[in-house]
């Protein structure tokens, strides 16, 4: 029987989105028969639907890494889940400055749902931020990325199909729950929901509808600050260019002293783990 796959990602601002793309074209390319379904659950109101999890033999699971996880919000609902024991693998794109807790955090996520977990990867993309003044992987991803990830996705595919049922073995990195807290928090702090600040628009509701929290009022032009995730997607994608950020190089300098930022991108290189 042709292998049914479910490609699932979350993904603000399309880094994950242009990646979950090349995984579809190239699994189309190792088998024709092969029925690749593509679930955008960015949105607030996707992320309310079932997912019929009997329909598919495996998976793959596309999150961008924020503060050092994928998202609090894609976490949440990774967890509502059952895995019933079927194959999966996680890819991440992250904008090169630590990938942090994401692939051993995830790991555990998906193996309390019964899911089982055969390889992860990380694409290194353009920062999020560099649409406020950050200059970080503005290049990426690379030929060289998309040649790991052909790798990553050739071998995965080959995981899916064997009867060895061997997880992926990923290095505990040590970081506490109350740091990895911290700095999901922090970025709360630091920096400000997109707001309209009061000019008029031509309410399209796109910045609403959209919205990966539900935390953006059309009407008002302004979003819940305890709700927005800060990830810009309404920011990027207002078609009257009328949201408005903060300038974020402040910022910048404030994490280049904690955080790998300012290195040289030839030296951030893409990886997976199987
Ligand atoms: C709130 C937030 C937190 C982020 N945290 C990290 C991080 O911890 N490490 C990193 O390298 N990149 C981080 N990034 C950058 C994103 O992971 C990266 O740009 C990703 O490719 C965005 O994916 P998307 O375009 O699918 O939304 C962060 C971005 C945002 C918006």
Known sequence: MDMKIALIYFSPTNNT????????????????????DEFNITSHSKRQQNLEIDQYDAFFFGFPIYAWRA??????WLQTLDGRNKKCSVF?????????????????????????????????????????????????????DFNIADEYIKKTYKKFLSEDNESVHIENPKISERILLRLEQDIKKVLKPPSRKGEECS???????????????????????????????????????????EDLYPIYLLFEKVERLGVDESTIFSNFFI
């Open 17 to 36: 989105a242009n990646m979950a793309k090349y995984i579809k074209e190239k699994l189309a390319n190792l088998d024709k028969n092969m029925l690749v």
């Open 71 to 76: 998202p609090k919000l894609a976490r949440a």
């Open 92 to 144: 991440f794109t992250y904008g090169g400055v630590d990938p942090g807790a994401a692939h051993y955090n995830i790991k555990h996520i998906l193996e309390e749902q019964g899911f089982q977990l055969v390889s992860t990867a990380e694409f290194v993309c353009k920062h999020t931020y560099n649409c406020g003044g950050w200059n970080v992987m503005k290049n990426r991803p690379n030929r060289s």
């Open 203 to 245: 309410i399209c509701r796109l910045c609403e509808i959209d919205c990966p929290a539900n935390a953006m009022d059309s009407e008002l032009g302004d979003a819940d600050s305890n709700l927005c995730i800060r990830c810009y997607r309404c920011f990027i994608n207002c078609p009257d260019k009328i949201l408005k950020i």
